[in-house]
């Protein structure tokens, strides 16, 4: 919490800005007072003192190369990958997963990759022996991690690198060509022979193994009338149409791949990579069953069973370690032990309860036919919640909602088919009104169970949920990626809550000092926005006038 709020305070003074030294901070219930001007920082309150910042670089690298080796070493702190997509499922699509507490757990944090390599030239003895490099060591260590990803996501990917370039400069690709025509035929194969023939030998060659947390959602975008906006690749649309009924959401399915290792080989770069994907591919395809008891329509059964099983081994194994340490760790082993245990056990029943009712929110919600009802489910499940209460205030939100936008949508529904049909559209409008009446409140029923279960498993697990960073950047009309901006992410999230059609930041300005009102300009229109709230669950920013 600490190094959240004084990232923050960085970022902001990195951007410009003045943002105030003194932050009160909130920890176990007993508000602190830190002074970030400082250095070291002080702290203020409760006790007057010097606190010590540790962190470690986001990227490590050293390299050493002298006449008889080579040297590499490479970290990689901390990597997080966020969803900058605004009807993203997923905030987080790559983040590390903190290990549990236990006794014998390290406390110095641990790089989330670390690759080490020693290489060797032998002496020159042979023409095949000069280019032949011995690797003495080389292994690469990965942490947990969590891998979370919608067809959004996938297909903004996809999209994104089959965007052919622009081939207006014609000569530079025909002198290309030429270049590559006169070229020996000879000369191009010896190449492709050594490079593929060129074997090295690998003295202690070892990639660690892999666990990871894999979710995956069906959400996509749609148009005005439902449709889903196609993909590219014909592959991912037969996918999305055939399977999309059958095939339902997956969260946190845990795939373990072990270890690779080569030692004393003679091996070609192309051998020693071939080898490595049917390791993994066979890694993966024996694993298949888990992502059939992974499913949330079953209610992710493995993953109950597995956490009963790690709860198990700790409630032993945790006082044991305890008690060869000394008696005090004895006691402390057997708190974290019967803690594990339970947090296991009580998380892993109550997040069965939760995947089955959510399951059963979506299929209901998708029968609703209500585009706008889907999206704004989707932005309601995005942030999980972490405990009881959370949970319930969600919970109670989701069914008011259902039940209102099944009223409503009794006369909006035939309302929106007129103007996007005419007579026909009224049939079709009047269909989903009388359809959203009975599946909205249904599924706000059966999203009030899923949030408050989901609170009581995050109460019980205590499990470290992982936030965007921060928020979107802001790529202005011109299209010219310019540096972070966090007053300007502001802005652009306030528009984003917004809901207006075609249209792109350009500045803002916070109006009385505050942040419940927003004067915006768009590329096409200016705008005041107030925000509404009765209390802090239910913030809604509104559109007070707009001026095209």
């Not at 037969?238 to 399977?243: E, K, T």
């Not at 109950?304 to 008690?323: C, Q």
């Amino acid at each position: 919490r600490i190094e959240t709020v004084y990232s923050t305070y960085c970022l902001e003074r990195n951007a410009g800005h003045k943002p105030h030294p003194v932050v009160r901070v909130e920890l176990g219930g007993v508000e602190h007072m830190f002074d970030f001007s400082c250095d070291p920082i002080r702290l203020l309150k409760p006790d007057e003192r010097e606190i010590k910042r540790t962190y470690l670089d986001g990227v490590y690298l050293n390299y050493r190369s002298g006449s008889n080796a080579t040297h590499l070493h490479f970290k990689i702190n901390r990597l997080q990958i966020d969803d900058p997509l605004p009807s993203c499922l997923f905030p987080v699509v790559l983040s590390p997963v903190s290990p549990p507490r236990s006794m014998v757990a390290d406390r110095e944090p641990v790089a989330f990759l670390e690759l080490s390599v020693i290489m060797q030239q032998p002496p020159p003895a042979s023409k095949q022996a000069s280019n032949m490099i011995v690797f003495k060591y080389a292994k690469m260590l990965v942490q947990e991690f969590a891998l979370k990803a919608d067809m959004t996501f996938l297909g903004a990917i996809q999209q994104f690198f089959s965007q052919q370039g622009d081939r207006t400069d014609v000569w530079k690709y025909l002198e290309t060509d030429l270049a590559l025509a006169e070229t020996k035929l000879a000369q191009t194969e010896a190449v492709k022979i050594a490079r593929e023939t060129q074997r090295h030998y690998y003295e202690d060659f070892n990639l660690g193994p892999i666990k990871m947390l894999v979710s995956f959602s069906l959400a996509h975008d749609a148009d005005s009338e439902g449709n889903v906006i196609p993909f590219e690749s014909s592959f991912l649309n037969l996918l999305l149409q055939s399977v999309g009924v059958v095939l339902s959401d997956q969260h946190d399915t845990i795939i373990k791949l072990q270890y690779f290792e080569r030692s004393n080989r003679f091996m070609t770069v192309r051998q020693m990579r071939e080898a490595a994907v049917r390791h993994y591919t066979s890694q993966v395809l024996k694993q298949f069953y888990v992502l059939i008891l992974n499913l949330d329509v079953v209610g992710n059964p493995y993953k109950l069973a597995n956490g009963i099983k790690e709860g198990a081994v700790d409630l032993f194994y945790e006082p044991y370690l305890g008690a060869i340490l000394g008696p005090s760790e004895f006691v402390e082993g057997i708190g974290l032990g019967m803690r594990s245990a339970a947090s296991h056990t009580i998380g892993g029943v109550f997040g069965v309860a939760s995947s089955i009712t959510a399951s059963a929110g979506s299929a209901l919600t998708f029968l609703s036919f209500d585009e706008e009802h889907k999206q704004k489910r989707r932005n309601e499940m995005k942030d999980k919640p972490t405990g009881v209460g959370q949970g319930l205030s969600k919970g109670i939100r989701s069914f008011g909602s259902g039940v209102f936008g099944g009223v409503t949508g009794l006369v909006t529904q035939p309302v929106q088919g007129v103007k996007r049909d005419g007579a026909k559209g009224l049939f079709t409008g009047v269909g989903r009104g009388a359809a959203g009446l009975v599946t909205k409140p249904l599924g706000g029923v059966a999203d009030l169970a899923s949030n408050t279960f989901e609170g009581i498993k995050g109460s019980a697990a205590n499990e470290t949920v992982a936030r965007p960073t921060r928020l979107p950047r802001v790529v202005l009309a011109d299209r010219v990626v310019r540096n972070y901006r966090t007053y300007e992410a502001e802005g652009n999230a306030v528009l984003l809550k917004l809901k207006l059609d075609n249209v792109l930041y350009s500045a803002h300005c916070f109006l009385d000092g505050g942040s419940k009102r927003c004067f915006l300009v768009t590329h096409r229109c200016l705008v005041m926005a107030e925000k509404e709230s009765l209390v802090s669950a239910f913030e809604k920013w509104e559109v007070k006038w707009k001026h095209n």
